[in-house]
């Protein structure tokens, strides 16, 4: 198979770290990655951890930013983001069931401690995680710019205060009336 990245080398026969199958660039060193294979050893290795805390340099990762192509079935793949935190995203074939990971990639995946992950970051479940937490994340940088960073987190503690009081819609109700104490609108 020819590389669907660099379009350059050959997708030679190889295993990531010596534990599971992959297809590997003679030319841009990325991996191609089948999800029955991954997930055949992760069953396998049930117990296999991957080692925490490893740093690595993010210039070591070439993204690809363009459309990649499957280097099987010669589909569009799509493109997925790993996690809230960070921005980087992997290609993923849903008609073969493929992953495509640029060189670093597969460094940046075991440094987010997802590794031991790779079938769920493809999921709909996964992503659409990510989305509530980045939606979550924006929100709080609105109400942090809009209100303070004091005001914001005394806020909040009011917020989880009033939620834990078996009365809140009666303590929110005096609150946001105008005039608690008047029978008029």
Not at 67 to 93: G, Q, W
Not at 124 to 146: C, G, L, M, V
Request: proline share 2%; net charge negative.
């Amino acid at each position: 198979m020819k590389c669907t990245s660099c379009n350059n080398g050959i997708l030679a026969p190889s295993f990531i770290e010596g534990l599971f199958r992959a297809h590997t660039c003679t030319s841009c060193s990325g991996n191609w990655v089948l999800i029955e294979d991954y997930v055949a050893w992760r069953e396998r290795n049930a117990d296999y951890e991957f080692a925490e805390h490893i740093t690595f340099e993010e210039a070591e990762i070439l993204e690809s930013k363009k459309a990649l192509i499957c280097p099987v079935s010669r589909t569009i793949m799509r493109k997925f983001r790993i996690s809230a935190a960070n921005e980087h995203r992997i290609d993923y074939s849903t008609s073969v069931g493929g992953i495509w990971l640029d060189k670093g990639e597969w460094e940046l995946l075991k440094s987010e401690g997802l590794a031991g992950s790779l079938n769920a970051v493809v999921t709909q479940h996964w992503q659409n995680k990510i989305r509530q937490e980045s939606t979550k994340e924006n929100f709080s940088a609105i109400y942090k710019d809009k209100f303070g960073e004091e005001i914001y987190s005394q806020i909040k503690q009011m917020r989880e205060w009033l939620n834990e009081q078996p009365q809140k819609a009666d303590l929110r109700a005096y609150l946001v009336a105008e005039d608690p104490y008047s029978a008029e609108k």
